[in-house]
Nanobody, 120 residues
Framework: QVQLVESGGGLVQPGGSLTLSCTASGILFSAYAWAWFRQAPGQGRDLVAGITYDGKTTVADSVKGRFAISRDNKKDTVTLQMDSLKVEDTAVYYC??????????????WGPGTQVAVSS
């Protein structure tokens, strides 16, 4: 049984930081490309950052320079470090696994999501 479980969401003030983690089970972690998507209320699900099986990263322009994605193939974990958070970063953040890093497509395996709220 494949399970992706996100953790680390919460409420933070503008300018603050959060670290999201996604732990996978029932899946050969190292064989997949991994990503974080987010979905704000009334909006579509958009790529935040992705990382290929060999470590190449893609980061959305809206978070470039503030967010960073990494993976640990020994711990079957993908992490999103979020710094200098803005109110507009408020969304549900989803962990995603896929074989092909076609980041413009909303497909693959998904976690249940974790809420990130940025507010003063």
């Amino acid at each position: 049984q494949v399970q992706l479980v996100e953790s680390g969401g919460g409420l933070v003030q503008p300018g603050g930081s959060l670290t999201l983690s996604c732990t996978a089970s029932g899946i050969l972690f190292s064989a997949y490309a991994w990503a974080w998507f987010r979905q704000a209320p009334g909006q579509g699900r958009d790529l935040v950052a992705g990382i290929t099986y060999d470590g190449k990263t893609t980061v959305a322009d809206s978070v470039k320079g503030r967010f960073a994605i990494s993976r640990d193939n020994k711990k079957d974990t993908v992490t999103l470090q979020m710094d200098s958070l803005k109110v507009e970063d408020t969304a549900v953040y989803y962990c995603n696994a896929r074989f092909v890093p076609d980041w413009d497509k909303v497909n693959g395996l998904w976690g249940p999501g974790t809420q990130v709220a940025v507010s003063s």
